[in-house]
């Protein structure tokens, strides 16, 4: 399949998913599905605009769609806390990361052009990835039964997603940016990323519905009144 129309399908799926997903989150107010929705627009966004804008890393524009993808990972992992009501960073550290985020771009792209631009931006979205990943893994050691498997199967599409991040980071350290966008390497991390949109999208929702059975369990065994 055409790169251009992987990366296209790609962008919808995140486009309908993160559509859903704020959709959903303004019926469950501070579940965090907010923070996914969004994040997921972001980087649908960054993914339309990048194939705008092709792989020159020296336009000034690619620095607002990488700023949305590193966002949008930062977004992703807020809203996972936020979903178990589990403390988040303040705002002004989010800020303060996609600002040093902002400066070594601007630095990768001033020493090594568009392979220093796509090697720190694949290797910094690697990282949050994993992050990300651990982060469901831990949770769901700390969740009741029925939230474990979805919390286990959130952390291996974001594992997958980060192995093969990092992956492309290391490939673009070895042969460039010339098969950024060919080649069976290309076909396979965006045809993953895609289905990876996908099943994460269903995988939030299974989250919610476990939680809602859970609230309804919960008020089915105490009085409404005295919460007895």
Do not use: K
Not at 45 to 61: C, D, E, F, H, T
Not at 154 to 183: D, S
């Amino acid at each position: 399949m055409d790169p251009v129309t992987v990366i296209l399908i790609l962008g919808l799926h995140l486009c309908s998913s993160g559509a859903l997903m704020l959709l959903v989150g303004r019926s469950m107010p501070g579940s965090g599905l907010g923070h996914w929705g969004s994040g997921g627009l972001l980087v649908a966004g960054a993914y339309i605009g990048r194939v705008a804008l092709g792989a020159n890393g020296a336009a000034p524009a690619v620095l607002l769609l990488d700023l949305a993808m590193v966002s949008a990972a930062l977004l992703f992992t807020r809203g996972l806390r936020a979903f178990f009501r589990r403390t988040t960073v303040q705002v002004e550290w989010y800020v303060a990361i996609v600002a040093g985020y902002a400066l070594l771009h601007l630095w990768a792209v001033a020493w090594l052009g568009a392979q220093g631009r796509h090697v720190l931006l694949n290797g910094t979205l690697g990282v949050a990835y994993a992050v990300l990943s651990v982060a469901a893994w831990v949770e769901s050691r700390r969740q009741v039964a029925r939230l474990r498997l979805p919390l286990r199967v959130l952390g291996a599409l974001m594992g997958g997603q980060a192995l093969l991040t990092l992956g492309r980071a290391g490939r673009i350290v070895l042969v460039g940016t010339e098969q950024l966008f060919t080649g069976l390497h290309a076909q396979v991390y965006y045809g993953f990323s895609s289905v990876t949109a996908l099943l994460l999208a269903l995988t939030l929702l299974w989250m919610v519905f476990e939680r809602l059975h859970e609230r309804l369990a919960e008020q089915a065994t105490h009085d409404a009144l005295t919460g007895l």
